[in-house]
């Protein structure tokens, strides 16, 4: 089983929708929990950090934890073509231990 | 603030033959991260550095690659020899001071390997 599972999609929705993106895991150590994004021959950028459970809103952009159920969302409000991407969730243990990442999800939003 | 700089940003060579990237982390980050992303699969660790000490580098095939951070600031990734699944985008990575876990990653633009 790998650490952290991720739906690879595509996911294709149109301008203004609201978008959904999840990851599983399986390590009930991982404390902190992160969003990147990642644009077509580019590095990935930060979005989102949250530590422990809750939510965390910035902008269109929402986190959410649920450590009881080992599943984290990333939710994209009003969503514009410019958020086509991958979408890359992370955590950690902390404490030095390495990060994990999923495989990523592809996103296409259409004009 | 300049972000974590990475050279070359793309390479082409033949199996069996060597190569080496470059990284230049932010200024005043102590960690510093190696990581491989295959085509349509997230970053895998290959190797962590806290200022010039290995923290992990439980991934890092051995045999082949080897990484250094000299003075706790660049650091220089090599693959030698290099097989045809090594090609891949190298990214590397570095956090502000603090716990490792709890600070988050900037990433660099990667350097896009192809193994012919």
């Not at chain 1, 929402?62 to 994209?76: G, M, P, R």
Request: net charge positive.
């Amino acid at each position: 089983q790998k650490e952290v599972e991720q739906d690879p999609g595509p996911l294709s929705v149109p301008e203004g929708a609201i978008v959904s993106l999840n990851c599983t895991y399986s390590n009930s150590a991982f404390q902190y929990f992160m969003w990147y994004r990642q644009y077509s021959r580019k590095g990935p950028e930060l979005l989102m950090y949250t530590y422990s459970s809750g939510n965390k809103e910035d902008g269109r952009f929402t986190a959410q934890v649920d450590k009881s159920s080992k599943y984290i969302s990333l939710f994209i409000r009003d969503s514009q073509p410019s958020d086509s991407a991958t979408y890359l969730c992370a955590m950690s243990g902390g404490n030095f231990n390495k990060f994990y990442f999923g495989s990523g999800t592809k996103l296409n939003v259409k004009p | 603030e300049a972000g974590v700089a990475q050279s070359p940003r793309y390479k082409i060579i033949e199996k069996r033959q060597s190569v080496a990237f470059w990284c230049n982390p932010i200024s005043g980050h102590a960690t510093l991260y190696w990581y491989q992303q295959i085509l349509g699969q997230g970053p895998k660790l290959l190797i962590q550095f806290q200022n010039n000490g290995v923290v992990d580098d439980s991934q890092l095939p051995k045999d082949r690659f080897s990484a250094e951070r000299l003075k706790g600031v660049d650091s220089t990734l090599k693959i030698q020899p290099a097989k045809l699944e090594d090609s891949a985008v190298y990214l590397c990575a570095s956090s502000p001071p603090g716990l490792a876990g709890s600070d988050t990653q900037y990433f660099g633009p990667g350097t896009r390997l192809t193994v012919l």
